[in-house]
Structures are given as structure tokens and as C-alpha cells.
């Protein structure tokens, strides 16, 4: 098993910018295809950006696409999610969750961390 620890939310302006990391622990990093997921209140959680094993391979949500850059040092065991020109809607709870599969979906993660709360003011 590995286990999550995300940080690095807070609150921002609209446009700026935040870093937010995964520190994983317990089994290799790299056994695991990784994502950052966000749930909006009273909305469901969807899919930020996902990366592969060893970051060959990464996908992005259209709303996030070209302002947010997922990476992962596997070396540190940490996944990041670097998020600019950050909007009022990109404000959410974030999670970070891995899986020894792959996928798009959370239904695919079977691995999560608690979640770090992101906020963008107007």
C-alpha cells in the first residue's frame, strides 16, 4: 500500500498562482500511476490531471488545460500540481490518489490522501 499526504492549499487571488504536493510513503512511488482530483461543494469530484508511472504519459481536464502542469519526482516520492492564472471556479478540496492500474476516472484510484482545500477569490 502507499499512503498520501497532500499540501500546499490556501487562498489566492484570481491569477495567481500555487503549488500543491503529494508526499507519498510505503510502497515504491513509482509502482503507481498517480492523479490530482477536486471536489467543488455540492458538486462531484472530477479529474484534474493524471501522470504515468514514470510521467511518459499525462493527461489534463480541459478546464485546466494550459494554466495547470502535473509532475512527479519519484526519487522524493512526490507528485505535484502546479496551478496559474487560477479562477474563482478552480476553488475545491484537492486530492491526490494513485492506483497500481491506470485510468481517467476516481472509480480507477484505489489509494487517496485527505485532500487539501484550494481557495480563489474574485
Known amino acids: 500500500q502507499v499512503q498520501l499526504v497532500e499540501s500546499g492549499g490556501g487562498l489566492v487571488q484570481a491569477g495567481g498562482s500555487l503549488r500543491l504536493s503529494c508526499a507519498g510513503s510505503g510502497r515504491p512511488f513509482s509502482n503507481y500511476h498517480m492523479a490530482w482530483f477536486r471536489q467543488a461543494p455540492g458538486k462531484e469530484r472530477e479529474t484534474v490531471a493524471t501522470?504515468?508511472?514514470?510521467?511518459?504519459?499525462?493527461l489534463y481536464a480541459d478546464s485546466v488545460k494550459g494554466r495547470f502542469a502535473i509532475s512527479r519526482d519519484n526519487a522524493k516520492a512526490t507528485m505535484y500540481l502546479q496551478m496559474n492564472t487560477l479562477k474563482p471556479e478552480d476553488t475545491a478540496v484537492y486530492y491526490c490518489?494513485?492506483?497500481?492500474?491506470?485510468?481517467?476516472?476516481?472509480?480507477?484510484?484505489?489509494?487517496w490522501g485527505q485532500g487539501t482545500q484550494v481557495t480563489v477569490s474574485s
Open positions: 490518489a494513485a492506483t497500481a492500474g491506470s485510468g481517467w476516472s476516481s472509480r480507477d484510484y484505489g489509494y
Open positions: 501522470i504515468s508511472r514514470y510521467g511518459a504519459s499525462i
